[in-house]
T-cell receptor
């Protein structure tokens, strides 16, 4: 079992709809969770982080964390073509230092 | 203008050659990291450093070496022992180590001639 798992996609969503990206992790002691967006050929950029169970909203983005079920999700409302990218889930697996374990990423395409 | 810089953008390595990738940050961050990304894959940790003059191996350290002589600099050397070095190399930094956000540089793409 991979430590952090994401559906690699591609996930295709019509413009204006809600895109839902999911991530599961293996270590129940994990403390912090990050979503990065990566455009083709570019480096990852931080979208959101979440530490506590529940929802965290920032503009069109909502991160949802459920530690009991060991999953974290990212919702993108009113999807735009500029949201087309690969989304990486990263988890700090409580290993002392800030060692992030990354999922393989989900490729998202927003269709105009 | 604060940030993380990596150079060069593209690097070509010949067989048996060691090459060094540069990473500099002016964010006054304590921790720095090196990751490798292969096509269609997530990031894998090579080395990380929490403080000057100290660093630890990540998950795929074999064939790589690092140094941390200055807080703002964390160069990565890809040695000839790394048999499959073609990848996108990403440097990151964070304020501290416990649960803090990592920010990435623009990356260096290494290709083998």
């Amino acid at each position: 079992q991979k430590e952090v798992e994401q559906n690699s996609g591609p996930l295709s969503v019509p413009e204006g709809a809600i895109a839902s990206l999911n991530c599961t992790y293996s270590d129940r002691g994990s403390q912090s969770f990050f979503w990065y967006r990566q455009y083709s050929g570019k480096s990852p950029e931080l979208i959101m982080f979440i530490y506590s169970n529940g929802d965290k909203e920032d503009g069109r983005f909502t991160a949802q964390l459920n530690k009991a079920s060991q999953y974290v999700s990212l919702l993108i409302r009113d999807s735009q073509p500029s949201d087309s990218a690969t989304y990486l889930c990263a988890v700090n697996m409580n290993q002392g230092a800030q060692k992030l374990v990354f999922g393989q990423g989900t490729r998202l395409t927003i269709n105009p | 203008d604060g940030g993380i810089t990596q150079s060069p953008k593209y690097l070509f390595r010949k067989e048996g050659q060691n090459v060094t990738l540069s990473c500099e940050q002016n964010l006054n961050h304590d921790a720095m990291y090196w990751y490798r990304q292969d096509p269609g894959q997530g990031l894998r940790l090579i080395y990380y450093s929490q403080i000057v003059n100290d660093f630890q191996k990540g998950d795929i350290a074999e064939g790589y070496s690092v140094s941390r002589e200055k807080k703002e600099s964390f160069p990565l050397t890809v040695t000839s022992a790394q048999k499959n070095p073609t990848a996108f190399y990403l440097c990151a930094s964070s304020v501290g180590t416990e649960g803090t956000t990592q920010y990435f540089g623009p990356g260096t793409r290494l290709l083998v001639l």
